[in-house]
């Protein structure tokens, strides 16, 4: 009975200290963080952050606290940034004080500071300057990497054929076709869509990816350190990105017994030739950032474009008058007998402005990925401590009326000017900005207009649904936007 009770005060006398340490942090940052709710211990602004409308909730306290606030996910003390203004004051203007990496716990956990995109700053400088020129080397930004995305969105046309018009659910078949482009970058082939393991893979891929904008999944951002030892679905996605590794690393072994210095087949092979050239201890050239590193690539060049496409069909069905006029741009400039190239995208503004205008509504990572002061850092009248973590919110950016007439809607009107030439717009921003943005933005777009005029060129797009029935709302909003399940049929033209 003395033990337990013993045991009992221990346990509120440790309460009662963290507690106060907490309420003595926030006091101290007083009068130099933005303004914000105030936090309760352990919990933070739970009561005022909907974990279920993460995006939601948080423009609800921008309506009160303005551009710049601060708030608490859990123990997490966030720096928020809300708008073209304060996001390219921060991004751009101050991109060196703003390039640390901030949080993304369900990825973390894995990849624990490890690889181009989730590492600080000292070591992703590295690894970015050498992806960026090894994807160079590799035919991307060049005719090499379009012929290859010409090859794919042949295979995903004759996929498409085989259904014979019946109704289908099209996320694998482009997520299939969109990963093959950058596979055979990193892996030096590309997939059979019938490979069971390639299959596999892509489910994992998804499952983890939706989990993050999954209400489980922002309540995992707010309170990871307790949860990741507790059951639920978090334990899932765990289980996929884990079996995302495995798969990166079996092929790093694979091309380690077969390597040949002089001649690299792939992005694998570089990366391992360059760390036989560094044998420096002090190198970021190292198993691990090479692993991490590949799966970054493999994933974000898989997940992002399949998803704005997913979304774009669903997008082009709600609105057939904008398919039709694709579709007459295309019978003009490209017709029916050759291969869309990159360079016809010059003479086709509207389906220029409206894939812009898919990737601007489709808003794939709305509150961007969090980033981190790298040292004490004014901001307008503000002082973010050194490792302050900052949200720069793109869905804000995205949806600001001051660029976008009725941001809520989808209107390709927002880049065409009144002659209908494309219009160039400042704060079009889905692959971020500063010296974080997304390296692969180049190929995305690439990508983006290939396919769509490429799968445009021979269909024509049909739903279950009348247009006015169809729902393009969101299915979830939270680290990622992911469009709702449906189905569509592939009506030869």
């Known amino acids: 009975m003395l033990a337990s009770g013993l045991l009992l005060v221990s346990f509120l006398a440790f309460l009662s200290v963290i507690i106060l340490i907490s309420i003595w942090k926030q006091r101290k940052l007083q009068g130099k963080l933005p303004p914000g709710p105030t936090p309760l211990p352990f919990i933070g602004n739970y009561l005022q952050l909907d974990p279920e409308h993460m995006y939601n909730s948080i423009m609800k306290i921008r309506e009160r606290y303005g551009p710049v606030f601060t708030i608490h996910m859990g123990t997490r003390r966030i720096v928020v940034l809300c708008g073209y203004d304060a996001v390219k004051e921060a991004l751009v203007d101050q991109a060196e004080e703003f390039s640390g990496r901030g949080e993304q716990a369900t990825f973390d956990w894995l990849f624990k500071g490890y690889g181009v995109v989730s590492s600080s700053w000292d070591r992703a400088k590295h690894l970015r300057r050498f992806s960026i020129t090894t994807l160079r080397d590799f035919g991307v930004g060049k005719r090499g990497i379009e012929e290859r995305i010409q090859e794919e969105a042949g295979f995903l046309l004759e996929s498409f054929r085989e259904t014979k018009g019946t109704f289908i659910d099209p996320t694998f078949y482009l997520s299939q076709a969109v990963s093959n482009v950058i596979n055979s970058i990193v892996f030096g082939d590309r997939f059979d869509y019938e490979d069971k393991e390639f299959l596999s893979l892509l489910r994992m891929m998804l499952g983890s990816f939706q989990f993050t904008a999954t209400y489980i999944g922002q309540l995992y951002e707010m309170f990871y350190p307790v949860m990741k030892h507790l059951p639920g679905p978090q334990q899932q996605a765990f289980k996929e990105l884990k079996g995302l590794e495995n798969f990166i690393i079996k092929k790093v072994e694979e091309n380690q017994r077969t390597l040949d210095p002089n001649s690299p087949r792939n992005f694998i092979d570089s990366f391992l030739i360059h760390r036989q050239k560094e044998n420096n201890s002090n190198t970021e050239f ?181 247009p006015q029935d169809i729902d393009i709302s969101p299915k979830y909003v939270g680290f990622a936007t992911i469009p709702r399940n449906y189905t569509m049929s592939f009506v030869p033209r």
């Not at 669903?314 to 190239?341: F, S, T």
């Not at 030439?421 to 692969?440: E, H, I, L, M």
């Not at 290939?450 to 739903?463: C, D, K, P």
Request: hydrophobic residues 40%; positive net charge; proline residues 6%.
């Open 286 to 466: 190292h198993m691990k950032n090479l692993v991490m590193t590949t799966l970054n690539l493999f994933f974000a060049g898989t997940e992002t474009v399949s998803t704005t496409l997913r979304y774009g069909f669903l997008l082009l069905m709600k609105h057939p008058d904008v398919e039709a006029k694709i579709h007459e741009e295309i019978d003009q400039v490209i017709g029916r007998n050759r291969h869309p190239m990159f360079e016809d995208k010059a003479k086709m503004p509207y389906t220029d402005a409206v894939i812009h205008e898919i990737q601007r509504f489709g808003d794939m990572i709305p509150m961007g990925v969090a980033r981190r002061v790298t040292r004490d850092t004014k901001f307008r009248d503000f002082l973010l401590p050194k490792d302050t973590e900052v949200f720069p919110i793109l869905g804000s950016v995205l949806r600001d009326p001051k660029f976008f007439s009725n941001p809520g809607d989808f209107n390709p009107q927002n880049f065409l000017d009144e002659k209908g030439q494309f219009k160039k717009n400042d704060a079009f921003v889905p692959f971020s900005s500063g010296k974080r943005y997304c390296f692969g933005e180049g190929l995305a777009k690439m990508e983006l207009f290939l396919f769509l005029t490429t799968i445009m060129q021979n269909f024509r797009f049909q739903s279950l649904q009348m």
